[in-house]
């Protein structure tokens, strides 16, 4: 089946010092659509960022996503932390074979201090 | 505007006590619905899908059963908790075509003791 990993645990940051959360997946099925969702502390996920388009950036409130399936990635980046980006990230993944069913990564937590 | 409403907010529950949790979606006609459950510290797990009234498919068997019993209703619930039960329960819709945004209500936190 599908599969997201996000090798990160936990990123601790200061502000300012640019954001890179990895995110690499697995599937067979050709045309997958990543997301990138986020969670604040006692808040649902929300979305973040989504692709469809091979070596397309992306971007949304600062943060950006290139969709590479040359090696299966879709890292999230943003040039300099806030503290109000801490928070738990997600990647997630649509094989586009059953409507709204998506695979997610474990998490990233991103703690941002001043 | 769509909204997604979810209760209760929070249960502590006895084990083999059974259980209920809703969902209520308004402002979308026939929205795609869904379960995840997200253990403490763990990651977001899809539990079940709805694409139409009565009709609810199961992703992972965790002893759980959903209902759709109206076009902007789903239900979770079992008759006998578990301990592994505990956890955050997220309620989610999306429109009816494929790798949409899928929105989450605000969630049920259940501690099963």
């Known amino acids: 089946g599908d599969s997201v990993t996000q090798t990160e645990g936990l990123v601790t940051l200061t502000e300012g010092l640019p954001v890179m959360l990895n995110c690499t997946y697995q599937t067979i099925y050709s045309n997958p659509f990543l997301f990138w969702y986020v969670q604040h502390l006692n808040e649902s996920p929300r979305l973040l960022l989504k692709?469809?388009?091979?070596?397309k950036r992306t971007e949304h409130q600062g943060f950006h996503a290139t969709l590479h399936k040359s090696s299966s990635s879709f890292h999230l980046q943003k040039s300099s932390a806030q503290l109000s980006d801490s928070a738990l990230y997600y990647c997630a993944l649509s094989d586009q074979q059953v409507v709204g069913q998506l695979t997610f990564g474990r998490g990233t937590r991103l703690q941002v201090y001043a | 505007a769509q909204t997604i409403h979810q209760w209760p907010v929070a249960e502590i529950k006895a084990v083999g006590s059974p259980l209920s949790l809703g969902c209520t979606i308004k402002?979308?006609?026939?929205?795609?619905l869904y379960w995840y459950w997200q253990a403490t510290g763990g990651t977001l797990q899809q539990l079940f899908y709805?694409?139409?009234?009565?009709?609810v498919e199961s992703v992972v068997q965790l002893n759980l059963s959903a209902s759709r019993p109206k076009d902007d209703q789903f239900i979770l619930s079992t008759e006998k908790l578990l301990l592994s039960h505990s956890g955050f329960y997220l309620c989610?819709?999306?429109?009816?075509?494929?790798?949409?945004?899928?929105?989450f209500g605000k969630g049920t936190r259940l501690t099963v003791v």
């Open positions: 989610a819709w999306s429109r009816d075509n494929a790798n949409t945004e899928v929105f």
């Open positions: 709805s694409i139409t009234v009565g009709q």
């Open positions: 402002g979308k006609s026939s929205p795609n």
């Open positions: 692709s469809f388009t091979d070596n």
